[in-house]
Nanobody, 121 residues
Framework: QVQLVESGGGLVQAGESLRLSCAAS????????MGWYRQAPGKQRELVAL???????SYADSVKGRFTISRDNAEKTVHLQMNGLKPEDTAVYYC???????????????WGQGTQVTVSS
């Protein structure tokens, strides 16, 4: 059983920073891609940032230059440093792990339960 647990959400004012963390647990051998998605009320879930096991990153245009994604392969964690937050960043942020290979050689994709980020103006 693979689980992703997020932490670090909260309420901040515009311009402030937050750091989200996600820890993967279970009988995991490796994780190909880890990323963060977000979903605002009435909107579709969208990609925020992702990082491969080799360290290659990709960001949504709306967060480039403000957000930084990082991961620790040994600890099976991924982090999202969010600086210069704006009210439009308000959403539930979800951790995603893609191409998770378990010790039983099963492959799958997993989601965390989500953490709320609210940015007031």
């Amino acid at each position: 059983q693979v689980q992703l647990v997020e932490s670090g959400g909260g309420l901040v004012q515009a311009g402030e920073s937050l750091r989200l963390s996600c820890a993967a647990s279970g009988s995991i051998f490796s994780i190909n891609v880890m990323g963060w998605y977000r979903q605002a009320p009435g909107k579709q879930r969208e990609l925020v940032a992702l990082i491969t096991s080799g360290g290659s990153t990709s960001y949504a245009d709306s967060v480039k230059g403000r957000f930084t994604i990082s991961r620790d392969n040994a600890e099976k964690t991924v982090h999202l440093q969010m600086n210069g937050l704006k009210p439009e960043d308000t959403a539930v942020y979800y951790c995603n792990a893609r191409g998770v290979l378990t010790l039983l050689r099963r492959k799958g994709d997993y989601w965390g339960q989500g953490t709320q980020v609210t940015v007031s103006s």
